[in-house]
C-alpha cells in the first residue's frame, strides 16, 4: 500500500527566506511523485511532477523538488519566499507507469509573513 | 475548457437523508477520480472510474456510498442514510490516463455538512 509522510504541519517564514517542505513516501515498486498547492479560495493544483529522468524537478513559481530514492523522498523547495506563496502544499503518490489512484500526505500549511 | 466542475458546491442536510453529487470532467479526460477531505488532513481516495468501469474502490469505503460513471462522461457520488462523520469536502478530479504520470486537475468540490 502507497503512503505518504509529511513532517511539518505548518511553517512560518518571513519573505525572502528560503524554504524546504520534506515529503517521505511508502511504496515498493516504481513512482511518481507530485507536488500540488491549495491558494486560498482556490482548487488544489498541480506544483510539479516526478515521472522518471532527472530527479531534480522544476515547478512553476520558482519552485523545485528531488527525488532521492535511497530515502523514499522527494522535497521541497525554493530559494526565497514571497508571501503570495501562503498556501497548503500536499505530498502525493502514485505507483508505476500508467498508474491509477494518488494517494496524499495529510499537508503543510505555509504562511509568509510580508 | 472549463474544468473540472462539482454541483452542488455546499449541501448542507440532515443525518439519515440521502445527498448525491455530480462532477464533469474536463471532456477529453477519461479517468476520473473522487476524494474526499476533511480539516487538517490531506485529499483521501475513495473511488475511480477509467471511462465508465469502475476500477478501484477504496476499502474503508462504507456500503452507503456508492458512484456511477454510466456514459463515460460525468459522474454521481451517493451518500445514502448519511451520519455526522460524513461531513467534508468531496473533491472531484479527472485525468488522461496515457500521460505517463497522471496529473490530476481537482474540481473546486463539494462540501457536506450533515447536521
Known amino acids: 500500500a502507497q503512503s505518504v509522510s509529511q513532517h511539518n504541519h505548518h511553517v512560518i517564514l518571513s519573505e525572502a527566506a528560503s524554504l524546504e517542505l520534506g515529503c517521505n513516501y511508502s511504496y515498493g515498486g516504481t513512482v511518481n511523485l507530485f507536488w500540488y498547492v491549495q491558494y486560498p479560495g482556490q482548487h488544489l493544483q498541480l506544483l510539479l511532477k516526478y515521472f522518471s529522468g532527472d530527479p531534480l524537478v522544476k515547478g512553476i513559481k520558482g519552485f523545485e523538488a528531488e527525488f532521492i530514492k535511497s530515502k523514499f523522498s522527494f522535497n521541497l523547495r525554493k530559494p526565497s519566499v514571497q508571501w503570495s506563496d501562503t498556501a497548503e502544499y500536499f505530498c502525493a503518490v502514485s505507483g508505476g507507469t500508467n498508474a491509477g489512484k494518488s494517494t496524499f500526505g495529510d499537508g503543510t500549511t505555509l504562511t509568509v509573513k510580508p | 475548457d472549463t474544468g473540472v466542475s462539482q454541483d452542488p458546491r455546499h449541501k448542507i442536510t440532515k443525518r439519515g437523508q440521502n445527498v448525491t453529487f455530480r462532477c464533469d470532467p474536463i471532456?477529453?479526460?477519461?479517468?476520473l477520480y473522487w476524494y474526499r477531505q476533511t480539516l487538517g488532513q490531506g485529499p483521501e481516495f475513495l473511488t475511480y472510474?477509467?471511462?465508465?468501469?469502475?476500477?478501484?474502490k477504496s476499502r474503508l469505503l462504507s456500503d452507503r456510498f456508492s458512484a456511477e460513471r454510466p456514459k463515460g462522461s460525468f459522474s454521481t457520488l451517493e451518500i445514502q442514510r448519511t451520519e455526522q462523520g460524513d461531513s467534508a469536502m468531496y473533491l472531484c478530479?479527472?485525468?488522461?490516463?496515457?500521460?505517463?504520470?497522471?496529473?490530476?486537475?481537482f474540481g473546486a468540490g463539494s462540501r457536506l455538512t450533515v447536521l
Open positions: 478530479a479527472s485525468s488522461l490516463s496515457d500521460s505517463g504520470a497522471n496529473v490530476l486537475t
Open positions: 471532456s477529453e479526460h477519461n479517468r
Open positions: 472510474f477509467q471511462n465508465e468501469a469502475q476500477l478501484e
